[in-house]
């Protein structure tokens, strides 16, 4: 049940499901991790993901899930910033654009984490006892990002929490808008 809710909300989020796919994939050939599969709409639990080989040095395992993430995640937040300051704040419903936008930014925030596989490679690469301690504070926090988020998506809660996030968008933007004018001015 849960693989079906998973494919169904990665085909809803289709364009965010392959771009993250595409991001996933560049960032595997930036470190030269061998890709096996490089199929993004495959309607497995690979929607959206590209299939390499396992990771074993540990800057890559930590490139390979933060490079898409930053990205998808970077685009997604713009896009919501457009979308949803047209449509829920200025309360412009008919504007196809802000839609378009909305949907979009939704699209990619549901499609930020790696599979819990790469997760788990970041575990092992970086957290064995004998590691360097400054390595270990940077990565924790993307770690347990990364764990939780890969676990929502597994279930698909991430288009919950995307849209979630899609209402606070313009609150948040309401919050540091004017202290950044402040500043400037």
Not at 48 to 56: N, P, S, T
Not at 135 to 163: D, H, M, N, Q, W
Request: with cysteine.
């Amino acid at each position: 049940m849960m693989r079906i809710i998973y494919i169904i909300v990665k085909v809803l989020t289709i364009p965010g499901a392959i771009l993250h796919a595409f991001f996933e994939h560049m960032s595997c050939r930036w470190t030269k991790v061998i890709v096996d599969d490089a199929r993004t709409v495959q309607f497995n639990e690979m929607l959206g993901h590209v299939d390499h080989e396992l990771i074993k040095r540990k800057g890559a395992s930590f490139d390979v899930c933060f490079i898409p993430f930053f990205f998808n995640l970077a685009l997604g937040f713009l896009l919501l910033t457009n979308g949803a300051t047209s449509v829920y704040y200025f309360g412009k419903y008919s504007d196809i654009f802000g839609w378009l936008c909305l949907y979009l930014g939704i699209s990619l925030c549901t499609n930020l984490f790696p599979q819990i596989e790469d997760v788990m490679m970041i575990k092992e690469n970086f957290f064995q006892k004998g590691k360097n301690k400054v390595s270990k504070i940077f990565v924790a926090p993307f770690y347990a990002i990364f764990f939780v988020g890969a676990r929502l998506e597994k279930f698909g809660l991430t288009l919950l929490t995307s849209i979630a996030f899609s209402f606070a968008v313009p609150t948040i933007l309401g919050w540091f808008v004017p202290a950044i004018y402040n500043v400037i001015k």
